[in-house]
């Protein structure tokens, strides 16, 4: 077993280390910190080192420290969007002693009287605020880790933009430090300067009439930007629950159209990840907006044709085929790629690409089904049935 000789050290506003945090920085040769951490942990024997620019260079510094004992400071708890989870994607968790301190969740929660597991905990700290989108309901409680001093406008105009503009927006500056201070308005006449080092807690209030938009996959048609060629509604809730999206899964859409179905698939879970692929240009400027809007923006789009486009991707949960069906080995390849478990869902609407999915479906069994939706429309004073062209599913899980 490898001898921790890194020590992940949480640190408050006021200076007060996590337990065991001043023995890890008192036997440490050096101390990593951003310049407000080192003020903050007063004096120290160890060689203190500011974070560099660009941060990432600190992996490779680190990796030749391994001789040395190393400490690094870090606001709260480094576990819950911190320093902690990138550092262990470059190191083992045995080489590391992680000392946490309160979260600003924590903190924040508790100046606002909520539950902690009655809120939601997210960041949009160097991240876009798009991502709030998806989060948005009415009645929501957020606790919002911010980048700056700009955040809460741009959270304020996102909630107005949303429908959301009574929402109540609290911000909670230098937690648990002697500048501690609250600030309270509503989104839609938000006005402020704000402290750059601040946490938000956000009280999700609806307009009046507001239409909602949940979690739960089937958004309407005209909640994306489209040219006609899309997963219509009542398909795309259907291929989803086919998908079965779940935390931390990556699905592959293969000719992704205006995103969609990958863009359901990101809202439907936490930390769920999509590539689409799209050769057609404006197709994946609608993608990318309406990932945007819909609060997932790190949507993966590539200029890419299957199966030429499939190699070298990570490795997926999920396959969507939605469109390319009728070429050559797509479904072939495909099925390379899935791991035990995975799930492979292809929608057909013409003849000759329905033939492909009996082809599969005789080849590797899984399930072929036909939907057909019709919609009630005026018919002269009257009404009666549309119907919407049919779709042939096939999905298959790989064992």
Request: net charge negative; aromatic share 6%.
């Amino acid at each position: 077993m490898t001898s921790p000789w890194l020590s992940l050290v949480g640190i408050g506003e006021d200076g007060v280390l996590a337990p065991g945090g001043a023995e890890a920085l008192s036997c440490a040769d050096i101390v990593y910190g951003g310049a407000r951490h080192l003020e903050h942990a007063g004096p120290l024997q160890a060689d203190k080192r500011t974070w560099p620019s660009p941060f990432a260079a600190v992996f490779d510094a680190l990796t030749d420290l391994k001789n040395k004992r190393v400490a690094i400071l870090a606001t709260g708890d480094p576990m819950w969007f911190g320093i902690g989870s990138s550092l262990l994607k470059h190191f083992d968790a045995e080489e590391m002693t992680i000392l946490p301190c309160l979260s600003a969740f924590q903190l924040a929660a508790s100046r606002m009287g909520w539950a902690v597991q009655d809120s939601e905990c997210l960041s949009v700290h160097g991240r876009p605020v798009d991502l709030l989108r998806s989060a948005l309901y009415p009645g929501a409680r957020l606790l919002v880790l911010t980048s700056g001093s700009d955040t809460p406008r741009e959270v304020a105009d996102l909630l107005a933009d949303e429908g959301y503009g009574r929402s109540r927006i609290t911000v909670l500056e230098h937690l648990g430090g002697d500048k501690e201070r609250r600030q309270t308005g509503h989104a839609e006449d938000w006005s402020g300067e704000v402290a750059a080092f601040h946490t938000l807690a956000l009280e999700v209030v609806a307009n009046p009439g507001l239409g909602i938009r949940t979690r739960t996959p089937g958004l309407a048609d005209d909640a994306f930007r489209h040219d006609g060629k899309m997963t219509k509604q009542d398909i795309r809730a259907v291929t989803l629950a086919e998908l079965k999206p779940h935390p931390g899964a990556l699905l592959w859409d293969i000719g992704a159209g205006c995103g969609s179905v990958a863009i359901e698939w990101l809202r439907a879970a936490n930390r769920t990840h999509a590539i689409g692929l799209e050769p057609h240009a404006e197709r994946r400027q609608m993608a990318v907006e309406n990932a945007l809007a819909l609060g997932v923006p790190h949507l993966e789009l590539r200029d890419a044709t299957a199966p030429e486009g499939l190699a070298d991707l990570p490795d997926p949960d999920a396959i969507f085929i939605g469109g390319g069906l009728t070429v050559s080995g797509i479904v072939d390849a495909a099925m390379s790629a899935l791991s035990p478990g995975g799930r492979l869902v292809a929608n057909a609407v013409t003849l000759e690409s329905e033939a492909v999915l009996l082809a599969a479906y005789q080849a590797f069994g899984g399930t072929l089904k036909k939907l057909s939706i019709h919609r009630a429309s005026a018919v002269g004073g009257l009404t009666g049935w549309r119907p919407l062209m049919p779709v042939t599913q096939w999905s298959f899980t790989k064992s």
